[in-house]
């Protein structure tokens, strides 16, 4: 073994200053997946909460966030959440809705078109009944749901601007009933599919689009396997955080408030940061080579879902009472 040179000592030394302020393991560690990419508003916001619970509680819990589909798919990891595997996650509401079917109420096409909507209803009545609603299938989630956003068509092909233009188009949709539904309805050809292969399923030419928030194809790269971006804003969803409710049950009080109070405010800051990209993302498409259309007439759109009785349908499955929450601030769609 080499001696310790007046060198050695001094490198030694000043790796003894780099070390972290809790070089002690922390009491309480949990993991956290997000599907997302470590660029995406969602993940950077995420880390900067998992940083803020171990500053605050003086190292006592350390919370790694896994991003980029690191432990598994989306539903494959929400699975975990439940039964503890994992103890925190971000979901879309399109998603949560596999086990808690309200989730797919404020995702209903053409029904909340603004964020002033949005944000009534999501920290107003119609959220608390959908985070009720996730409560009863085994989930914790925080009181502030993320802006994922609302969604637009890409395309490989052509451009998606008409009811015509979607006639046997080929895209990929999430697996979520809702959206695939839609696109039936729509007289088009969803194939369900996990986000972990669309982009492989693009570039091969297995679908010819899909359809997704615009900050979602910028940070996953879909620009390089698509030409076409058409501004349907057909549908909006966000991002629960969710929490495995015996880990969040064994925790201190302190650490509850902290947990919650640190990722309501990632949620906060989220929705910012999304807010301020939608412009900026747009010119870097268009930098990429994209071509975005101008948005189209989204009143033939919606004609089309309500001939094919899908509202009627989807009022039919997520019942009465809950449809008039989500009609009270959409107004009428049936």
Same mark, same amino acid.
């Given at each position: 073994?080499?001696?310790?040179?007046?060198?050695?000592? @001094?490198?030694?030394?000043?790796?003894? %200053?780099?070390?972290?302020?809790?070089?002690? =393991?922390?009491? %309480?560690?949990?993991?956290?997946?997000?599907?997302?990419?470590?660029?995406?508003?969602?993940?950077?916001?995420?880390?900067?909460? #998992?940083?803020? *619970?171990?500053?605050?509680?003086?190292?006592?819990? $350390?919370?790694?966030?896994?991003?980029?589909?690191?432990?598994?798919?989306?539903?494959?990891?929400?699975?975990? *959440?439940?039964?503890? @595997?994992?103890?925190?996650?971000?979901?879309?509401?399109?998603?949560?809705?596999?086990?808690?079917?309200? +989730?797919?109420?404020?995702? %209903?096409?053409?029904?909340?078109?603004?964020?002033?909507?949005?944000?009534?209803?999501?920290?107003?009545?119609?959220?608390?009944?959908?985070?009720?609603?996730?409560?009863?299938? +085994?989930?914790?989630?925080?009181?502030?749901?993320?802006?994922?956003?609302?969604?637009? /068509?890409?395309?490989?092909?052509?451009?998606?601007?008409?009811? =015509?233009?979607?006639?046997?188009?080929?895209?990929? =949709?999430?697996?979520?009933?809702?959206? *695939?539904?839609?696109?039936? #309805?729509? +007289?088009?050809?969803?194939?369900?599919?996990?986000?972990?292969?669309?982009?492989?399923?693009?570039?091969?030419?297995?679908? $010819?689009? &899909?359809?997704?928030? /615009?900050?979602?194809?910028?940070?996953?790269?879909?620009?390089?396997?698509?030409?076409?971006?058409?501004?349907?804003?057909?549908?909006?969803?966000?991002?629960?955080?969710?929490?495995?409710?015996?880990?969040?049950?064994?925790?201190?009080?302190?650490?509850?408030?902290?947990?919650?109070?640190?990722?309501?405010?990632?949620? /906060?800051? $989220?929705?910012?940061?999304? #807010?301020?990209?939608? $412009? &900026?993302?747009?010119?870097?498409?268009?930098?990429?080579?994209?071509?975005?259309?101008?948005?189209?007439?989204?009143?033939?759109?919606?004609?089309?879902?309500?001939?094919?009785?899908?509202?009627?349908?989807?009022?039919?499955?997520?019942?009465?009472? #809950?449809?008039?929450?989500?009609?009270?601030?959409?107004?009428?769609? *049936?």
């Amino acid at each position: 073994m080499p001696g310790l040179t007046r060198r050695r000592v @001094g490198i030694l030394a000043g790796a003894s %200053i780099l070390l972290p302020r809790y070089a002690h =393991a922390a009491e %309480i560690t949990w993991k956290f997946t997000s599907s997302q990419a470590a660029v995406h508003p969602s993940t950077v916001r995420y880390m900067e909460a #998992a940083e803020r *619970v171990k500053q605050k509680s003086g190292g006592r819990m $350390e919370i790694t966030v896994f991003h980029s589909g690191q432990l598994g798919t989306d539903l494959d990891t929400f699975t975990q *959440v439940r039964i503890g @595997g994992v103890h925190m996650m971000v979901l879309s509401n399109l998603l949560t809705a596999t086990s808690a079917p309200l +989730g797919s109420l404020p995702s %209903i096409p053409f029904a909340l078109k603004t964020y002033d909507a949005i944000w009534r209803a999501m920290d107003g009545k119609l959220g608390q009944l959908l985070r009720a609603d996730l409560e009863k299938a +085994g989930y914790m989630t925080t009181d502030k749901i993320l802006d994922s956003g609302f969604h637009m /068509i890409t395309s490989g092909t052509k451009p998606i601007n008409t009811v =015509a233009d979607m006639q046997g188009f080929k895209l990929r =949709a999430p697996p979520s009933p809702l959206i *695939v539904s839609t696109w039936r #309805a729509m +007289g088009a050809a969803p194939t369900p599919m996990n986000f972990s292969e669309l982009y492989t399923a693009l570039q091969t030419g297995v679908v $010819e689009g &899909q359809e997704g928030p /615009i900050v979602f194809i910028k940070s996953n790269r879909l620009f390089e396997v698509q030409k076409y971006l058409s501004l349907t804003s057909h549908v909006w969803d966000g991002w629960y955080t969710l929490i495995n409710p015996k880990a969040f049950g064994k925790l201190p009080k302190d650490l509850q408030d902290l947990v919650m109070d640190s990722f309501n405010q990632a949620g /906060i800051d $989220e929705r910012k940061d999304v #807010a301020g990209l939608i $412009e &900026q993302t747009k010119t870097f498409l268009t930098e990429k080579g994209m071509t975005i259309s101008t948005p189209p007439d989204l009143a033939p759109f919606q004609q089309k879902l309500k001939d094919a009785g899908f509202y009627k349908e989807w009022k039919d499955k997520l019942g009465a009472d #809950a449809w008039a929450r989500l009609e009270d601030i959409a107004g009428a769609l *049936v």
